[in-house]
């Protein structure tokens, strides 16, 4: 670990298939490189372990949100710089979580909807078009660009490492991390 940490949720929210996960993981190799406590927390994978039962109305997907907040809540308050990688489609949930964290750290990732339905793997835009998967967030269901975010990533014309950079230069002129060239190295440490 570096001599001092402090922690920070970085929440990164977007349409499925706008590189949040992408981007959190880059960031999460950047920092531990640097001797950083981080620890990702995306949002499929919650959805496996602490939101199982949940489902995808707007009171579920506020819980969901709710319940991904506490737990970065409690990392952050431990010195962990917590990456949070969901869609949280509704700006007043989001809102909610920022002032339940405090340090706290809005990316909006932003790809234009045809972008994220060419990357979409698994077939869900088209699934969710045809009618397969109801409340499916841009499609039948509404995001909610984020008014003022911290940092925008325009990922359909950067790629992943000017991402990582926006965010990583962000938390270095907040003091959650320190500039490169200030930082201990591994051998150091």
């Known amino acids: 670990m570096t001599q001092s940490q402090r922690g920070v949720t970085i929440w990164l929210t977007g349409l499925s298939g706008a590189g949040k996960t992408t981007i959190s993981r880059a960031i999460e ?16 994978v919650v959805r496996q372990y602490l939101t199982k039962g949940l489902g995808f109305s707007k009171e579920d997907r506020d819980e969901n949100i709710r319940r991904i907040g506490f737990v970065a809540r409690l990392l952050t308050r431990n010195d962990v710089i917590v990456l949070v ?28 909807l045809a972008v994220c339905e060419q990357r979409d793997v698994k077939g869900l835009y088209q699934k969710a078009r045809s ?19 911290d ?3 325009t990922t359909d014309i950067e790629d992943v490492n000017d991402s990582t950079n926006k ?7 907040l003091g959650y991390i320190t500039p490169p060239s200030r930082r201990p190295s591994l051998t150091s440490l």
Do not use: M, W
Not at 29 to 44: A, W
Not at 131 to 149: C, Q, R, S, V
Not at 167 to 173: A, F, H, M, N
């Open 131 to 149: 009618g397969a998967i109801k409340n499916f967030t841009g499609i039948d269901d509404p995001y909610e660009i984020p008014l003022n975010p």
């Open 29 to 44: 190799q950047e920092l531990k490189t640097h001797g950083y406590k981080v620890e990702v927390l995306d949002g499929d």
């Open 85 to 112: 990688s969901a869609i949280s489609p509704y700006r007043n949930i989001r809102q909610e979580v920022r002032e339940f964290i405090g340090n706290f750290v809005e990316v909006y990732v932003n790809a234009p």
């Open 167 to 173: 965010v990583l230069k962000k938390l270095q002129e």
């Open 151 to 153: 940092v925008e990533c």
